[in-house]
């Protein structure tokens, strides 16, 4: 099977050799005319003026040459370069291999915390979660179910589906998949090859430069033929005609534009590297001072990319919790962080969960309850049938039982049997703090005495202690960039996969304007290419985008005129990435194929980085401009 369908893995861009680089300069426009230049002198006999130009050729070729190796090494540095291991069931035993080894067919068996090594297809979980924002772009984990007679399509991203997809990391259970595709047939294989179907517009300034040339080479032509063709008829001297005619030709040529761009650019991109961003094509620099829209995800770029305990609710009072944990809690809000750490795993790797245990260990000094007297005696896993998670806890030395549930607000009230006022008061609780952006949690508890523990825990008696509302925080230093980019007259536009009350929520705190106007993927999957080029114009969000359609907005803003800069991480980025004027891809969280489709690296992540390489760029290109 492996020979058949070779490694799972996917192929990258390979390094660039000596010879490579040295051609992709040479077929530069303004680069052929330094050359030409150069030879033109040399065949004329002027050894002095060849010479001159022919250095500068030398210097050019030796700084773009460093600029490149060490635009490479950087990236390098940035790859995983070790294969995930993958443990998987072979001729009835376990075996560890390299990721890179997985075949169709194998038997994997996944736990919290592993990457999911190929496509395929589940036979056994156990409240099994994955962060697919890889190809999705959402920022929430989604739950998992065991194959069954249902057909489904295998699409990434929702819950309750059978299907896992390679290079996704499991966030909280276990579970044994069947892969069914590897390599270049997964998911993420498939968006790196419809690259090869998007062709990359010219820069702004090979366009530019490409006209200069031309114009530049017809007046020296005409002029050239026009010196000959008169010092032929007037004065009958063919080889002085020739020579005046070249002469005059090459004077016309400016000779300094091809050094002047290349030195500029290079030294550019040095600047803007000292700004946190890696320049992969030189020539887009120009291009990025004169954007005017700016695309870019939510997850990771204007937030943290971390879920933050921000908000607690109990019966009619909200306390909104301080970034840096200031301040005081009574004790039933303390209660209620004591009842949430009590349902979570011992040792978590949920984000959500290791928030709770940092907020409540924080807030609670004397923990009743969590101490080495007690133990876990059974814990109720996430089901489809009840989204949520519950844990009885016993003292060794009382009969006593206690019981600590979270989960979704409409499973922690059906599990606490609440009349119909009571889960309406609770719902509209939920909906306030969601519009907050937060990911809003119950949390009950309970006692027991008996012997026999039933074997579903709807069966206890559980009480509705409250809700508990994480976020994932907006960076500090976004909104200033945003302001800086609305004053250099760039407009702001947020594609996400979070859902339109999340993405308006962080936009206003943000400071994008109209964050009210939003278009969904739904709405965007029934528009015609000509109503969204004209919704465009004034709409700043776009939420539950799938992959394909990132592509689409991008079309559209370039119809309008619009010079686009995007920014991604995922997979999933990478087309629209590679036909947006500038692609940026994110450097710490971002994935090979992102990295590879996009002219700029933001090695940080920051918002802010890009706002200050655009303000570089634009001084970039006035210096250019002054220098010609």
């Not at 997809?165 to 419809?194: D, H, N, P």
């Not at 933050?308 to 009619?316: A, Q, V």
């Amino acid at each position: 099977i492996l020979k058949r369908d070779g490694y799972n893995e996917l192929p990258s861009q390979k390094k660039q050799s000596f010879f490579a680089i040295l051609f992709k300069i040479i077929k530069e426009p303004m680069f052929l005319l330094l050359i030409t230049a150069g030879t033109i002198y040399l065949f004329l006999g002027e050894i002095s003026d060849s010479i001159m130009l022919l250095f500068a050729i030398f210097i050019v070729i030796a700084i773009t040459f460093y600029q490149e190796k060490k635009t490479e090494r950087t990236l390098e540095a940035l790859r995983d370069l070790s294969s995930p291991r993958a443990l998987v069931i072979r001729d009835g035993d376990e075996k560890r291999i390299a990721g890179k080894e997985v075949v169709t067919g194998d038997i994997v068996i996944v736990h919290e915390g592993d990457r999911i090594p190929a496509d395929g297809i589940m036979l056994y979980e156990e409240n099994l979660t994955v962060d697919e924002s890889l190809l999705t772009g959402e920022s929430m984990p989604v739950r998992k179910i065991s194959k069954d007679d249902k057909e489904r399509e295998m699409i990434p991203g929702g819950d309750d589906m059978p299907f896992v997809y390679s290079g996704t990391l499991v966030t909280s259970g276990r579970g044994v998949l069947q892969v069914k595709t590897t390599g270049i047939k997964t998911e993420i294989g498939k968006i790196g090859k419809s690259l090869e179907t998007i062709k990359e517009e010219d820069t702004l300034l090979h366009k530019e430069t490409s006209k200069i040339v031309r114009f530049a080479a017809g007046i020296s032509i005409f002029l050239c033929i026009f010196v000959f063709l008169f010092y032929f008829f007037v004065k009958g001297d063919f080889v002085k005609g020739l020579l005046s005619g070249l002469t005059l030709g090459m004077a016309t040529i400016p000779e300094e534009f091809p050094v002047v761009l290349i030195i500029f650019l290079t030294l550019g991109a040095w600047r803007i590297s000292k700004k946190n961003v890696l320049t992969r094509k030189s020539a887009t620099i120009e291009t990025l001072g004169a954007a005017t829209v700016l695309c870019t995800d939510k997850t990771g770029t204007l937030t943290l990319n971390k879920m933050e305990l921000k908000g607690l609710y109990i019966k009619d009072h909200f306390h909104e919790l301080d970034r840096e944990l200031k301040g005081s809690l009574s004790e039933n809000f303390r209660e209620l962080l004591e009842f949430g750490m009590l349902a979570n795993k011992k040792d978590p790797f949920d984000p959500m969960e290791k928030e709770l245990n940092r907020v409540g260990e924080f807030y609670i000094k004397d923990p009743k309850h969590l101490n080495i007297d007690w133990e876990i005696v059974k814990e109720f896993p996430l089901s489809k049938d009840l989204l949520a998670f519950s844990h009885i806890w016993k003292n060794k030395n009382e009969s006593k039982m206690i019981l600590a549930s979270k989960g979704a607000p409409e499973a922690i009230i059906d599990l606490c049997h609440l009349n119909k006022e009571e889960k309406e008061e609770i719902l509209k609780k939920v909906f306030e703090m969601s519009d907050k952006g937060l990911r809003v949690l119950g949390v009950a508890k309970g006692f027991y005495d008996k012997e026999d523990l039933p074997d579903n825990h709807h069966d206890f008696d559980f009480d509705f202690i409250g809700l508990i509302g994480f976020v994932d925080p907006e960076r500090e230093s976004v909104p200033n960039a945003i302001k800086e980019a609305y004053a250099a007259g760039m407009r702001v536009i947020m594609i996400t996969g979070d859902y339109p009350g999340t993405a308006k929520y962080i936009a206003k705190k943000v400071g994008i304007k109209n964050a009210e106007d939003f278009i969904t993927g739904d709405e965007l999957y029934r528009m015609s290419d000509v109503e969204l080029v004209d919704r465009i114009k004034n709409t700043n969000i776009f939420a539950r985008i799938i992959p394909e359609q990132k592509l689409k907005i991008i079309n559209a803003l370039k119809a309008n005129g619009e010079i686009v800069a995007m920014t991604g991480d995922g997979v999933n980025d990478a087309p629209a990435l590679k036909s947006a004027h500038i692609g940026i891809a994110m450097g710490e969280r971002g994935t090979d194929v992102a990295r590879e489709a996009s002219a700029l690296v933001l090695l940080n992540d920051d918002f802010s980085s890009i706002v200050s390489a655009v303000s570089l760029g634009r001084r970039i290109y006035d210096n250019i401009k002054r220098a010609m």
